[in-house]
């Protein structure tokens, strides 16, 4: 395995951010399920590392916002802890192109607020990815909350991947990812 280290700052605390559509600070009393909210840096991403409490379980959200070219706002996965995190955000600041991140088409500045009612609004583990003719293209299920689906294209042939809880679907799409790079798992 490799030696992987983090080619980013140090994880700092962050305020959430202002409100763009009104103009004003972030809500002075944050949501009580909201765990953490850090960013750091490297030279191409601001990556940001959400930690937020759903009925009793954590989840933890990577993104990054590409600081070079186009503004793009990528989630890179969703996880259990804060380690696991890390080691996607070494693995993305080693080589963007070792994560499958997903491109969040609809996220404007105001991608990560907190809404009227007091709620934490933020983009889920949903999107796309592109390289070329290849792509996994992540939707959540309208009939079903809490449960997304995933697919694998190469160029005009779609591969279903499955249907799962947004933990699970990004594991399933990361796995997918790997077992490609790495080749065949049987030789």
């Known amino acids: ?3 992987l280290k983090i080619k980013a700052t ?9 409100d763009t559509e009104r103009e004003t600070f972030a809500a002075p009393r944050l949501p009580d399920n909201l765990v953490d909210h850090s960013i750091c840096r490297s030279d191409s991403f601001l990556y940001h590392r959400l930690g937020v409490d759903e009925g009793g379980e954590r989840y933890w959200y990577l993104y990054a916002l590409s600081l070079t070219g186009e ?3 990528w989630v890179l996965g969703v996880f259990d802890t804060p380690e696991q995190v890390d080691f996607f955000l070494a693995l993305h600041s080693d080589n963007p192109l070792y994560v499958p991140g997903l491109r969040q088409l609809e996220a404007g500045a105001g991608w990560l607020r907190v809404n009227d009612a007091g709620q934490l609004v933020y983009p889920h583990y949903t999107g796309v990815y592109q390289v ?3 792509s996994y ?9 809490g449960i997304y689906t995933a697919s694998y294209g190469n160029r005009d042939h779609i591969d279903y991947l499955g249907e799962a809880p947004e933990k699970e679907i990004c594991l399933l799409v990361y796995s997918h990812f790997d077992s490609r ?3 065949c798992k049987l030789c």
């Open 10 to 18: 140090r994880w700092q605390e962050q305020s959430l951010p202002a």
């Open 137 to 145: 293209r992540v939707s959540a299920l309208v009939s079903q909350p």
């Open 181 to 183: 790079l790495r080749g």
């Open 132 to 134: 070329g003719l290849k």
């Open 71 to 73: 503004t793009s706002l």
């Open 1 to 3: 395995m490799r030696n």
